[in-house]
């Protein structure tokens, strides 16, 4: 049957292929199809039977003509071949090279889809990657293995964030073999070379493998890129014991490669028009991050997630918030104020901070000073808010000083340099140069002896300014 | 045996003559493991629990001749299973670190040897019934496992086997009903998980279920028997929540079903558990501790079935006796695969793309919660907690809406709350228990006869908050009259000091029941006693001033379930500040006339 080549499409739309009379096509399994001028296109079959078989073409099927279109099934599932030599190389989606250098030749080489890791088999990750971003290490730490997403809107620095965190992650105290493994679906051409020359500068070129599918290549091929890009990271990290680091992005334009897919192929939509199976589409790819237990490698994911019009319940950032261990979201209101990166706090989260940070892995202190500075942000947004009604002149006493922390907390421990590499040390010393602004009496959530070790002030000298009345509750108030 | 005709993702259609809704089949080269779920003519429709990849049409296909059902005996107890109750420990023996597919894998190990002793009274002769005990295995330490005769079993006993270690395949015992027929009873018994298992009578729940978590024991309690969901949107804490109740729950059993989520959640589980001490047996969680988990990257027709397994399962323990909690994370993911199913079926979607039957497959599902008298005249118990993932947080779809109109106790988890960092996350506005008056029972039996009222003020004091708080954020706390702002702080008092609680701090983890009494009524006393200094002309200021107010936040993580009296003791010293600053302003007021 492989060296066969059919032409039997009766019907050619929206990226489908359907074909007839077709007897035994295995489900999944590789298509090439042969347009009129002879060139050639890559498929999968999606849906197999007797009577009927579908056919995604990953090119798309514009300017099929159905009497001359030749189809070849290959009989095996979408591989793609592995070896070192894939370090420093630039691919398509479906694994050709980009960079006009030869294709991989190996003798190795697996099914792109992979298969569920056995969760008996997996390790917890509890690593700490220092990033140099206060955002990221003090309040929303990254471990070895978890998936991390940035939530982010058009026209934010989500991208040069990505490459901020890619120049910076270390482990502390450790050196070791790492890769990145870039995958970019439906991005400008911009963008792509942004990110090139960002690795080329930093000198970690020889040490990335690029997925490239720009915004005008075909839509369908989006489908497949990352689930290629994380079969080569998954080599990477298991077979060649490398600690690799994916960036996904945009996963926006994953999903609606596959909201294209599906109304094309007529599945039933469920919320904006997205299919019911988004959810499991998703954590097929995000589940790929992680350990396994008694292997040295980690696939650590941070995936690019772009909110439509800044909704972060939109099905994609919500579906992927449940799948994901946190979330780091950007908000348009910091980066207007000039604020790098514009890392929202509050609806931020590191699902696996708790046993990565703390007395053993970066300071004893760290794990409460995050739970303070969250509780005390949060209440200061709430005086923010309330100063823009009654005027900043009212505030009582306290109420200031929660105003000036929120301000030196977005221009000095949120905002920071793209160059700027700050150690969790630094990151915390920042937030004690914060917190001290603050008296004794509302920093519940530290200890008296973490108090006594790195508040500023001494205990006897709290000032009893505590003149007005406090709405002293620093949790939320329910409107 | 048949062949398949056609492959559409999940779902096989193969022409099996004669195959039964239900039943289960193997389908292809790889004999991939699936369940009928609807005929059409000489055809079936089947959904298969593993992926499809490479299946063609022609293959051949076959009929297991029963349908899915649960393995129930020794060895169920500190394991993990997938969600066709597969021990995921075994599947990594035999096929590495990646899940492999046409594997044929027992649930329960042939091997392991028993020690199977024989009910006292049970002798050849006797007429045994279905449900009846017929002896134990000391499962772990602290786990009794009770071998029951299978319902729909019964007859008089022909032979036991003498107390010894045997396997779970070894024929222990044999019995001949009324028309002859010869049963052989094994250590376990198969039971298929879409029938509910039988008891003899439904009782009422009575008796709450304590999980040590204050928002949640004393605020919404929910009863063991008994119903509970907990919705939240992403990031609100669902995931802690269900791991503290399972955690610290005071039940014999604990399911913990991983239906559709984070794979590392169920690797931390795995991973702390076993560190962890039971606080009522004081031996090892997982000992009492089963995992189903079918995570959201495993086949998402399993993830159906993996709620069923695990509730059977509880049913099996139920009937042996005992307490069993089953925690369902999540069950949206479960009415997800519904519609996946029903999408690729074709079935006409109704609300969001889910098919009509989900609000009756739902009720039926949390049905099989209960307290009941068991076959063998015993009282066990199933408790039920799903928790619900809407989408983008909204209340109002499908799944949580119906959940809502099936459960008793509803915690629901808010976002607010959760960015400004205040754990558990239930809202007291959202949340809602239709058991407070039967735990009301108990409590004021048990702990404290002034329960029902402490709660009751506290929840009042707690709205009465939420209103002036809105006032505040529109004019400032200036407009609020002292009493109002005295509101204010004792509503504060009562969210971080019994509310609040935090699950990584070893002493505030886990409040007894006396714990959370001691420290709500601590909360209340301080607030009645500012509240009565007020009356008699001490400025609020002078009251917001007291460091006692900060101490008191602390006390939960101050003094452990061990130190009651010690808390007590400080309740004295707070009343004795109080007394000193009354005498002080009514010699100020003595003075001034």
């Given at each position: 049957m ?17 074909m007839q ?22 498929g999968?079959v ?13 090119e798309g ?11 070849r ?28 250098r ?40 990254l471990v ?15 991208n ?35 990110f ?15 997925f ?11 489908l ?9 990271a ?7 014991d ?19 897919v ?10 904006k ?9 998703l ?12 292997r ?5 994911m ?5 909110m ?17 261990e946190?979330?780091i979201?950007?908000s348009?209101?910091?980066n ?9 706090i509050p ?15 970066t ?8 739970s ?15 100063a823009?009604?009654?005027?900043a ?21 949120v905002?920071q ?9 630094e990151?915390?010393s ?15 959530r ?9 508040h ?24 | 045996m ?62 297991l ?14 394991g ?13 023996e ?7 597919r046409?594997?044929?894998?027992t ?10 002793v ?35 079993v ?14 779970v ?16 009873l094994?250590l ?25 978590q204050?928002i ?13 969901a ?7 804490g ?29 690797v ?5 558990f ?6 009522y ?6 000992e009492?501790?089963?995992?189903v ?8 027709v399993a ?6 397994v695990?509730v ?5 323990f ?13 069950t ?13 079926l ?8 889910y098919?009509a039957?989900l ?14 008298e068991t ?27 119906h959940t ?5 106790t509803?915690w ?9 960092r ?5 809202d ?8 407070a ?6 409590w ?23 209103e ?15 009493e ?11 969210k ?22 001691a420290?709500l ?12 200094l ?7 200021q002078?009251?917001?001033r007291?460091p ?11 003094y452990?379930?061990?130190q009651l009296?010690e808390?007590?003791?400080w ?23």
């Open positions: 492989k060296e066969k080549e059919y032409r039997m499409g009766v019907r050619a739309q929206g990226g489908l292929l359907y009379g077709i007897p035994g096509v295995a489900f999944g399994d590789r298509v090439q199809v042969r347009d009129h001028r002879g060139g050639l296109r890559n999968r999606i849906r197999s039977a007797k009577e009927l078989v579908l056919v995604q073409v990953f099927t514009d300017d099929l003509d159905l009497e001359n279109t030749w189809v099934f290959l009989e095996e599932p979408f591989r793609m071949p592995l070896s070192p030599e894939l370090l420093g190389r630039v691919f398509s989606g479906i694994g050709q090279p980009r960079d006009e030869p294709p991989i030749v190996s003798s190795l080489s697996r099914d792109v889809n992979g298969s569920a890791v056995n969760p008996a088999a997996r390790a917890y990750p509890k690593e700490f990657i220092q990033t140099g971003i206060s955002t990221i290490d003090g309040l929303n730490s070895r293995g978890q998936k991390l997403p940035i939530f982010t809107g058009s026209g934010l620095p989500h040069r964030l990505a490459a901020q965190i890619v120049r910076q992650a270390r482990l502390l105290n450790e050196t070791s073999g790492f890769a990145v493994v870039f995958a970019a679906m439906g991005v400008s051409y911009d963008d792509a070379r942004f090139r020359e960002n690795f080329e500068s930093s000198g970690v070129l020889g040490n990335v493998v690029m490239i599918n720009l915004a005008d290549d075909p839509p369908i091929e989006r497949v890129l990352p689930r290629t890009a994380l079969t080569v998954e080599y990477l990290t298991f077979d060649l490398l600690h690799v680091l994916v960036v996904l992005t945009d996963m926006t334009n994953y999903a609606e490669a596959l909201r294209e599906a109304t094309a192929k007529g599945d039933v939509p469920s919320r028009g997205y299919p019911g199976y988004l959810y499991s589409d954590a097929e790819i995000y589940e790929r991050a992680g350990r396994i237990k008694n040295h490698g980690s696939i650590t941070v995936p690019v997630v772009s439509p019009s800044d909704d972060i319940t939109h099905p994609i950032p919500d579906l992927t918030g449940y799948i994901t946190g979330q979201v950007l348009r209101e910091l207007n104020q000039g604020i790098y990166p514009p890392v929202t609806p931020s989260l590191s699902r696996l901070m708790k046993d990565g940070i703390g007395k053993d892995d300071r004893e202190d760290h794990p409460r000073v995050a303070q500075l969250y509780a005390s942000y949060a209440r200061a947004l709430e005086v923010r808010n309330l823009s009604i009654i005027g002149e009212e505030l009582s006493g306290l109420d200031k000083k929660f105003l000036a922390f929120a301000e030196g907390f977005e221009k000095q421990f905002n340099g793209e160059d700027e590499d700050r150690s969790i040390i990151t915390l920042i937030a004690w140069d914060l917190l001290s602004l603050l008296p004794y009496d509302v920093l519940t530290v200890s008296e002896a973490d108090l006594a070790k790195y500023h002030r001494e205990r006897g000298a709290v000032e009893h300014d505590l003149d007005d009345a406090e709405t002293r509750p620093e949790t939320v108030t329910h409107a | 048949g062949s398949i005709v056609e492959i559409n993702g999940p779902i096989v259609e193969v022409e099996l003559p004669g195959v039964r809704t239900g039943e289960q089949v193997r389908v292809g080269e790889m004999a991939l493991i699936g369940e009928v779920i609807g005929r059409r003519g000489e055809r079936a429709i089947v959904q298969v629990y593993e992926a499809t990849d490479s299946l063609r049409p022609g293959e051949e296909a076959r009929a001749g029963h349908p899915l059902a649960a393995e129930l005996g020794p060895g169920l107890l500190g993990i299973v997938d969600g066709v109750q597969r021990p995921l420990n075994r599947i990594l035999e096929s590495g670190d990646y899940i492999a046409g594997l044929e894998i649930s329960l190990d042939r091997k392991t040897r028993w020690p199977f024989p009910a006292q009274g049970v002798v050849p002769g006797q007429t045994l019934n279905g449900g009846d005990v017929l002896g134990t295995v000391q499962e772990t330490p602290s786990f009794e496992h009770r071998v029951l005769v299978p319902p729909g019964c007859g008089e006993l022909l032979e036991i086997v003498p107390a010894g270690e045997y396997g395949e070894t024929v222990v015992a044999r019995l001949r009903d009324l028309t002859g027929e010869v049963a052989e094994k376990y018994q198969r039971w298929p998980v879409r029938t509910p298992r039988p008891y003899r009578r439904r009782d009422d729940a009575v008796v709450p279920l304590i999980t040590g204050r949640l024991d004393t605020f919404f309690p929910l009863l063991k028997g008994g119903k509970g907990v919705p939240g949107p992403f990031g609100a669902k995931t802690m929540v269900q791991q503290q109740i399972a955690r610290w729950s005071n039940a014999d059993i604990v399911l913990y079903v991983g239906c559709g989520e984070r794979g590392n959640e169920l931390d589980i795995l991973e702390s076993p560190q962890l001490t039971d606080p047996t004081g031996r090892s969680l997982m009492r501790t089963l995992l988990a079918n995570t959201s990257n495993m086949p998402v993830r159906e079935a993996s709620i069923y695990g059977t399962i509880a049913e099996y139920r009937d042996q006796g005992y307490d069993v909690v089953m925690v369902a994370d999540s949206s993911r479960w009415a997800e695969a519904l519609r996946e199913v029903a999408g690729r074709g079935q006409m979607p109704v609300e969001e793309g098919p039957y609000a009756s497959r739902l009720a039926a599902f949390y049905e099989r919660a209960g307290r009941v076959l063998a005249g015993g009282t066990g118990s199933v408790t039920l907690i799903g928790a619900v993932s809407p989408p983008g947080g909204d209340f109002s779809e499908p799944v949580t809406s809502k109109d099936v459960v008793q509803f629901a988890l808010s976002k607010a709350l959760a960015d400004a205040h754990y558990p996350s239930v007291w506005n959202d949340s809602f228990s239709g058991y008056g039967i735990a009301a029972r108990w004021e039996e048990e702990v404290d006869s002034g329960w029902g009222a402490a709660r009751e003020e506290a929840l009042a004091l707690l709205t009465q908050a939420g002036l708080a809105r006032i505040v954020n529109l004019v400032g706390p200036e407009a609020l009259s002292p109002q702002r005295w509101v204010l702080e004792g509503a504060g008092l009562i971080e000091g019994v509310l609040q609680q935090s699950a990584l701090d070893p002493v505030d983890s886990f409040s007894t029941p006396q714990k959370q009494m420290l009524n601590l909360m209340l006393e301080i607030y009645h006693q500012g509240a009565r007020l009356q008699s002309g001490v400025p609020v002078e009251l917001l007291l006692l107010l900060g101490r008191a936040r602390r006390c939960k993580s101050s452990s379930n061990d009296d808390l007590k003791a309740g004295e010293e707070v009343r004795a500040t109080f007394e000193g600053l009354r005498g002080e302003y009514s010699q100020m007021a003595g003075a001034g006339q």
